[in-house]
């Protein structure tokens, strides 16, 4: 392996000839393995053998690697040539430290009552209340930040908060946020302190002094994007390329099925029947499976994506990385960052925020062509008809017909 990336002999004799010359090797087909490119493992390489001339026979550690970085480069005089750039050389010594398995071994420094109590929160969201990941890192996130903002460090300090503290401390922390994202900062402050009253760490409901929002869940409409502008951003998909076959995949998922981002995400290869043209969703956010029936457009480019595009990889996700980590699984935040540079290339990238446009452009679409409320509610995965409901008001031609006229005014006859 290490003859293929460098060609040249008297490099590969260098490199073996480094202290740390095996684990050098090992590094060349860590970073190969991966999908780097030929440069990119060069540089880091380069930068590995600098950090090896200054370790000597010492041993490899998360703590020699920052020693390097923060007190050997600023003051380096090393006259071998070396890369002395602090933005080449932490990425390098950390996928260094990922190779040799380092990196895996992840040491919790935080010790005592706030560490204990955020876990024990943890296992209730999860074992007790059943929530999903994302929103237990969400309640947890917030959870520790009121407790650092407002200084805990024992137990008894609990039993210190006041009504008033509490809703000054979540004023401050929310100001400038909008309405959507205040109830969601209230309702993970609200959980944690009745998880304090029910456990005993405080003696009173505080709860109910977390002030409410104003914000009416059908107030707005939902965007969407006319049929002309989704047709465009299906099509700035460049299928010519793997990557573009896979871009297009992930389109037709939201734009054809109305998925959202972490239901594309979860995708698995064993729950694509293209022969049947039937799509097995893991919808992560009602924690359920469900069979959904594909289009012959988005058959086609699963199929074309999976025979000619992804990459030889062990995931079973369907969608992965084409660049380095190659073939480990997209993440939503992927799937999202795929949407906006296609939305981006085409001019849409002001309109196209987030991927849930794509969401209500399928939902209003099946209105007008005549679909129930009910039928809407089974595709999109929504467990209540009310979730459904806004997109009622999306029908402005339906809604013309049974509009009354102002009063006062005469009724203009068409």
């Known amino acids: 392996m290490l003859e293929d990336l460098f060609v040249r002999a008297h490099d590969c004799r ?58 050997h480069l600023p003051v380096c005089g090393c006259r071998v040539p070396a890369v002395r750039d602090l933005h080449c ?26 560490c204990d109590l955020l876990r024990r929160y943890e296992e209730a969201l999860v074992m007790v209340r059943g929530l999903a990941t994302p929103t237990v890192k969400k309640r947890l996130s917030w959870a520790r930040g009121m407790l650092t903002s407002l ?18 401390y979540l004023v401050r ?29 405080i003696r009173r409901d505080l709860a109910a002094a977390v002030p409410t929002f104003a914000h009416w869940r059908l107030a707005a409409l939902p965007e969407t994007l006319e049929e002309k502008d989704l047709t465009r951003l299906v099509h700035a998909a460049d299928t010519r390329t793997p990557l573009g076959r896979r871009d297009l995949a992930i389109l037709l998922c939201m734009s054809e099925l109305g998925l959202r981002a972490s239901d594309v995400a979860d995708l698995r290869l064993e729950g694509v029947d293209l022969r049947a043209r039937v799509l097995c969703v893991r919808r992560r956010k009602e924690r359920e499976s469900s ?9 086609d480019a699963l199929a074309a994506y999976l025979r000619r595009g992804r990459p030889a990889c062990s995931t079973r996700s369907v969608f992965v990385l084409h660049r380095a980590p190659r073939g480990r699984p997209l993440t939503p935040m992927g799937i999202h960052g795929v949407v906006q540079r296609l939305a981006d290339r085409i001019g849409l990238g002001h309109r196209v925020r987030g991927t ?46 049974v509009a009354l006229p102002w009063p006062g005014t005469k009724e203009v006859q068409p």
């Open 173 to 201: 922390k929310t100001r400038g946020h909008k309405a959507g994202s205040g109830q969601v900062a209230a309702s993970a402050i609200r959980s944690f302190l009745r998880y304090l009253l029910q456990e005993g760490w």
């Open 291 to 299: 069979s959904v029936p594909m289009t012959q457009k988005l058959t």
């Open 356 to 401: 849930h446009i794509l969401r209500h452009s399928v939902a209003s679409r099946m209105l007008e062509a005549g679909a129930s409320l009910k039928q809407i509610a089974d595709l999109l995965g929504h467990q209540s008809i009310d979730t459904t409901m806004i997109y009622a008001k999306v029908d402005l031609r339906a809604l013309a017909q």
């Open 89 to 114: 050389n932490r990425p390098a010594l950390h996928q260094l430290l990922a190779a040799v398995g380092v990196a895996a071994v992840r040491v919790d420094r935080r010790r005592g009552f706030v």
């Open 151 to 168: 200084r805990v460090r024992r137990a008894g300090q609990l039993r210190t908060w006041t009504p008033e503290r509490v809703a000054h």
């Open 14 to 71: 260098r490199i073996r000839g480094n202290p740390i010359g095996p684990t050098l090797e090992r590094y060349v087909e860590y970073l190969a393995g991966r999908g780097h490119s030929r440069n990119t493992v060069h540089h880091y390489v380069c930068a590995a053998e600098h950090f090896g001339r200054w370790l000597g026979r010492k041993p490899l550690s998360r703590a020699m690697v920052e020693r390097f970085l923060r007190r």
